[in-house]
């Protein structure tokens, strides 16, 4: 006779601990939230270089090719959201919001050789930067608060309580940028260097003229905010209903090492959207995570700053 066998652990057994909150959204949304905000992320980009550009600067995108790309983005992301009956204010105001920021820090700013613009002492590059950034917070808070008219805790913004979250948010952390460690070195062992993570903190700190106040700022807080409210309050739960914990943390950890484009930071990005993950789900609060993540980025500016690499 056979050994009385242990019974297979539930879904729910396996992810003991995790408290999620019940929301109303789903994968379909979360997949139309993701075009939405790459459209809108392109729109800024566009419009905004075009216009710099006309006024005697020198940006990523041309003009007159950027106004027809960014108007067709524009034009796109309308369409979608009136197809799919989504709300259409929030994101019109933060399309308007980046490009005419970034549109009037081109007007008034000055130039400060290379063709490069700079608005009360912060280079435009950075502030359309971050108006990007703000589209990953519009679109999150569309499509949750504004269209299922969720509380914002839905979103993950639950007091915590002590330090304890917070002190588990920088452990994951440390076990993220020991995996990125890892992965760089092998990359060099093996002399695979395209895909070799690019010195995104290095290249922010430049574009901010060497200035650490404003890249911490804006780098370093600004811009982890927003995107721990799209990817970890907004895609992972709604994503949890149709294809559990465990797909949803790894799928919405693709989304976000996808969205950083370079090839070579799509491996470390997944890896430290899976620690931030982990800490939503354990921590049941967004708040420790965008602390892990604020503190990433501002130890890589640190380091990029005052770290001479020989």
Do not use: C
């Not at 602390?291 to 990029?304: C, D, K, P, R």
């Amino acid at each position: 006779m056979l050994p009385p066998q242990p019974p297979t652990p539930t879904n729910n057994e396996r992810w003991q601990g995790i408290d999620l909150p019940t929301v109303n959204w789903g994968p379909l949304d979360v997949v139309i939230a993701v075009i939405v905000t790459m459209l809108v992320v392109i729109s800024i980009l566009s419009l905004s270089g075009a216009f710099g550009t006309s006024v005697g600067y020198d940006t990523t995108v041309t003009s007159p090719v950027g106004y027809y790309v960014g108007l067709l983005a524009t034009a796109l992301s309308l369409v979608l959201l009136r197809l799919f009956r989504y709300p259409l204010w929030p994101i019109i105001a933060a399309l308007t919001a980046g490009v005419g920021i970034t549109a009037i820090s081109y007007q008034f700013g000055t130039d400060i050789g290379n063709g490069t613009a700079e608005f009360i002492g912060v280079p435009v590059g950075i502030i359309a930067a971050t108006a990007m950034s703000g589209a990953f917070a519009a679109t999150g808070i569309a499509f949750s608060v504004v269209r299922y008219r969720e509380p914002f805790a839905a979103l993950g913004f639950v007091k915590t309580n002590g330090i304890k979250p917070y002190l588990f948010a920088v452990a994951m952390w440390l076990v993220g940028l020991s995996v990125l460690m890892f992965w760089v070195q092998a990359l060099y062992w093996f002399g695979v260097d395209s895909l070799v993570p690019p010195d995104t903190a290095k290249k922010a700190l430049d574009e901010a003229g060497g200035s650490i106040v404003v890249t911490i700022v804006l780098v370093g807080i600004l811009g982890p905010i927003a995107e721990e409210i799209f990817f970890r309050g907004y895609v992972l739960p709604g994503l949890v209903k149709k294809f559990g914990i465990g797909w949803a943390l790894l799928l919405s950890s693709v989304m976000f090492g996808l969205f950083h484009i370079d090839l070579g930071a799509i491996v470390p990005t997944f890896a430290l959207g899976l620690a931030l993950g982990w800490v939503y789900l354990k921590t049941g609060s967004i708040w420790p995570a965008m602390f892990a993540h604020g503190l990433h980025n501002t130890v890589a500016v640190l380091i990029a700053k005052y770290v001479s690499v020989a």
